[in-house]
């Protein structure tokens, strides 16, 4: 059987797999829409002034719907998390006018959900009647906050649903965020490359799950264990700082600790309790706009205001002294707080935190529809090695982000990203309504990523059905490479090799030169490129184009590792230029120095049109390439002329 055939049937066999688990899970939600209401008597009592909005109910903000948001798309049918919004306060008379607006934020943005408001004796009630066993453990929490913590988790189990503190703003709708298969949706807080830093800034875990927001399914797994976590600990002392207590009791290090011992049970297999963690700029941002992602940027779906007040000024590290305070101002003005603060942290009598284990995987939701998981290593444990401070960060980006960086001062508006333009743009859509008209041995799609890290493209082109070859040659990136590949079910899409030698003899790219259609190909070639471009060549040579290529030039590399010159660069641009890749477009600090050139290469529209790409032509390759300096990469995407 001829190999692209047989690529085809695992194809079917996968397909019809898919569709099976689809249809099982169709049944499951079907059955929790219409189960009979377990203690359904008491609902009412138990959500004192719960608000129903009725399902004819217009919707609102569908402006706000992303082509690539922070999860899958909006859908009216039913989900494994019921369309109900729980939210607790102290009563409603308590509750402020900003409290109140920010509520009125989950009503508008999802006209079809069911919201429900708890005061302190609807939730002593409501464990008392559905969590007996739990309730001697709740009534002894003597922190308010304490027990709403428990409570959060304890509603969620029963009746599942979206939980939401009164001081967050929804600002965009949760069917965009809650997929339709989704057993449990939770946050990235943070992440920190040392355990100085991430207790200076009051975190109990280098990288945290957050609790003031997530979704889940009635009986998940995450819930149950966090509840039992708290019944057992309830009189715990887990340390003398009384606010770091009730993080580690029952907060989001209690929490992050269930959510990454389920996670870590079940990610050799797609598990119908399953567990989706978006990144931090989703659901986890501040209004100070920590780590510089902004409470305003669009990927933001849930904005915590941080209005409540529980945490006590003395139960960090006990009481300061005026000389404390004399040091923070001072070296406040030195511009070297974070330092001081880690430095006074190693010498906290508290001081503590959970060892690392340094192999760890950590799952991050990408920000791409349809969405995939990408496991990323914690920053500050990759083995030393060249450029290892800047790919140690590869993981961050993404749990910040959900995407890898590019290094611009420039807004990424929707649609505008570099997987956004290389492989769903104008011409990718062109292409795949062609290729309804052909056989089906024409219609498998390839894409060439060189040089993955954690394999963002790779993962983003298979959820879309291409086939991928990827060539990573960092044994850290290729172990967790492999383990999101076998997460989300791609091992019959994604071939893996970390052979880059055999890139640059140019044997491989013959045999690609074979391919019916490769529809992009990227490369990341950290310091190599330009040798694995000689290969490249030889398939370019033989007439073979990639519809797109996606070239990221880290100049100080090339020049370092290889010796090259500035020249040799620009001479790639100018042989893709002559063979016809004409419609080139770049993201990065060249653009960002030089500005949005109006550049007119072919009659037919360009694929940077509207967007903040700069353009370029071959006469400018020299002006982008000497503009970079150290560290710095300018993203480069080639399409040709033919539109393939």
């Known amino acids: 059987m001829d190999h692209r055939l047989g690529w085809i049937v695992d194809i079917a066999g996968a397909r019809w797999r898919s569709r099976a688990r689809h249809a099982a899970l169709a049944l499951f939600a079907l059955f929790l829409l219409f189960r009979p209401r377990l203690g359904s008597s008491s609902d009412d009592a138990g959500t004192t002034g719960a608000t129903t909005r009725g399902r004819d109910a217009a919707p609102t903000a569908s402006d706000r719907r992303r082509l690539d948001g922070g999860g899958r798309k909006a859908s009216a049918r039913a989900k494994l998390i019921p369309r109900v919004v729980h939210q607790t306060y102290k009563s409603r008379a308590s509750l402020t006018d900003r409290h109140r607006a920010m509520m009125k934020t989950w009503e508008d943005l999802n006209p079809e959900w069911e919201t429900r408001f708890y005061d302190d004796v609807a939730c002593d009630d409501f464990v008392r009647e559905h969590f007996p066993d739990y309730h001697a453990a709740y009534a002894s929490l003597t922190k308010k906050v304490e027990q709403s913590d428990f409570f959060r988790y304890l509603v969620i189990l029963k009746h599942g649903g979206v939980y939401a503190d009164v001081d967050t ?66 009189r715990r002392v887990f340390t003398e700082a009384s606010n770091r207590n009730t993080l580690e009791r029952t907060g989001p290090g209690a929490f992050t600790d269930a959510v990454m011992a389920h996670f870590e049970s079940t990610q050799t297999k797609r598990s119908f309790w399953n567990v989706r963690v978006l990144p931090k700029v989703v659901l986890g941002t501040h209004p100070l706009n920590e780590e510089g992602v902004r409470q305003d940027h669009p990927d933001v779906a849930v904005a915590h205001r941080y209005t409540g007040n529980w945490k006590r000024k003395t ?282 050139r109006s550049i007119k290469s072919s009659s037919r529209e360009s694929e940077f049109d509207d967007t903040e790409w700069c353009r370029m032509d071959a006469s400018s390759a020299a002006a982008v390439v000497s503009a970079l300096r150290e560290r710095d990469t300018e993203i480069v995407i080639f399409f040709h002329e033919s539109g393939a």
Not at 201 to 213: A, E, T, Y
Not at 571 to 596: K, Q, S
């Open 169 to 234: 703003e929804c600002r965009r709708p949760m069917d965009d965020v809650v997929g339709g298969e989704d057993s449990l949706v939770v946050g990235w807080e943070n992440e920190f490359d040392t355990d100085a830093k991430a207790y200076s800034r009051h975190f109990v875990r280098r990288r945290q799950v957050l609790n003031w927001v997530f979704a889940g399914a009635p009986g998940h797994p995450v819930l149950v264990n966090v509840a039992k976590h708290i019944n057992r600990g309830a």
């Open 315 to 596: 139960g960090w590290n006990g009481r300061r002294s005026l000389f404390d305070h004399l040091g923070i101002f001072a070296h406040s003005l030195m511009n070297d707080l974070p330092e001081h603060r880690e430095r006074v942290a190693k010498r906290d009598p508290y001081f503590r935190m959970p060892a690392v284990d340094d192999a760890r995987r950590y799952p991050v939701s990408a920000l791409w529809e349809p969405a995939f998981d990408v496991m990323t290593p914690l920053v500050g444990t990759m083995p030393d090695g060249l450029e290892i401070e800047e790919r140690d960060m590869e993981g961050y980006w993404l749990t910040m982000y959900g995407r890898p960086r590019v290094g611009t001062a420039r807004v990424m508006r929707p649609g505008q990203t570099p997987a956004d333009i290389a492989l769903a743009g104008p011409t990718r859509r062109a292409a795949r309504r062609g290729d309804d008209d052909e056989d089906d041995d024409d219609r498998a799609r390839v894409f060439i990523d060189i040089g993955t890290d954690l394999g963002y493209y790779t993962l983003a082109a298979a959820s879309r059905g291409d086939t991928v070859y990827a060539y990573e040659w960092h044994e850290t990136f290729l172990d967790n490479l492999r383990a999101s590949i076998a997460y989300n079910e791609y091992g019959d899409r994604i071939s893996v090799s970390k052979d880059v030698v055999d890139l640059t003899h140019g044997e491989r790219f013959d045999e690609f030169a074979k391919l019916p259609k490769i529809d992009a190909l990227r490369l990341a070639g950290r310091g190599w490129d330009l040798e694995i471009f000689k290969g490249i060549r030889k398939m370019l040579d033989a007439g073979t184009y990639p519809r797109a290529f996606l070239f990221e030039v880290r100049a100080s590399l090339i020049r370092l590792l290889m010796r090259h010159k500035d020249a040799d660069i620009v001479a790639v641009f100018e042989y893709l230029w002559n063979v016809g890749y004409t419609d080139i477009g770049h993201i990065g600090p060249a653009c960002d120095g030089r500005g949005v």
